[in-house]
């Protein structure tokens, strides 16, 4: 074993923080792991390795800078980085080099962390070309996207931190196909300057990690105040479940993931109660997808100028409206979605989160693209914040992950109950 290293027998984001190992064992440790796995994973496009290294030590004999000291992180490549370049997964952006860093990642790097690499996207974070990368548990599967890469290099255990995106399900759905926790904020809460666009009014930040204590810190670094202090006196949780109206596409693994989940919360003293949620949300998705690409079609006008001949046909749709998205269309979906947030938010109000499916299922074969988002489009278009836990499979021996939501600006309260929610899951 080279100078530097250690065998880490914890995660690696949990040992740093505890001062089992330093920044500079660390980074050798996500370095050794990506060797080991990336061939197969696919989910790395570049790495920092030298500077990170450089970075780490000087973690390593300074101060505490925040909540993230000496985290090595990986960066979704659809954020602009300083000193690696920024591609998109797109032909159109080969070797381009951002003269700064996108705000999420300066943010990071201020609490500490340690860019360590950009991962893999599907191409401009939207419906365009897939990248290569594999399920860390199972190549012939996919991770899911667009965060493809963040999922599966967190899942996979080749980085403890990855910043994300979600438009619809591009978060909470990698997250849970690869067995990772994640979060996504109340849409605003965290900058998007430097980050390519598809829905501004849809787009957030999000970010997958090992374990709910990253997603916490990660939470703090970039802006929202989540000093969760562990109390002697157990909180009494108060869970609503919430089916969603598109739970006829949950599988046998998420519904037996739900059921457990439930008997895991009532039998450590929690309340748990069906809630209906608030009528009219049937055609949240729909509306969900017309401010998708209703949007989506002014996000690209630039590089279809420039070159639609290397655009993927995806893409190219979104640009000459293949969907036939009207201003009736556009107007109906701004207004009927506006119309439910403060509906869902006065729902939610009297509960600590509502528990609902994360995924249909397992995540499906490659071949057969990202799978769906069924479970995240509605809460993305309501702005809600939402985690991700892992702890359950499918047949295949696959992650399954549960969602947890909450009210828009209850992002401190959803994470919390979150870690609550994890430790009854990994105490099983």
Known sequence: MKPGRKQITTRIGRAILSGEISSEQAVNACLERIEQQNRRTKSFVSLNQEQALADARERDNEPSRGPLHGVPFAVKDVFDTADLPTEFNSPLYKGFQPSKDAAAVALLRAAGAVFLGKVATV??????ALPATRNPHNPKFTPGGSSAGSGAAVGGGEVPLALATQTGGSTIRPASFCGAAAFKPTWGRVPVEGMKPFAPSLDTVGWIAEDCDLLIRTARALGIETKIEDDATPIRLRIGFYETPYFAEAEKETRDALDETVILLESAGHRVERVPGPPGAERLNE??????????????????????????PGVLGVVSNQLGISHDDMREAYDRISALRPEFDAAMEAYDAWLTPAVPGEAPKFELGNGLASFNRLFTALHLPC???PGF??????????????????????????RIVEKLINAV
């Not at 191409?123 to 365009?128: D, H, I, P, R």
């Not at 499918?394 to 979150?418: E, K, S």
């Open 393 to 418: 499979s499918g047949p295949h021996g696959l992650p399954v992950g549960i969602q947890l939501v909450a009210r828009r600006f209850d992002d401190r309260r959803l994470l919390q109950t979150a």
């Open 387 to 389: 985690a991700a836990l």
């Open 123 to 128: 191409e401009f974070a939207s419906v365009g």
């Open 287 to 312: 509306w969900q997808n017309i401010l998708m690409h209703g949007e989506g079609r002014a996000s690209y006008l630039a590089e279809n100028a420039r070159d639609p001949f290397l655009l993927h």
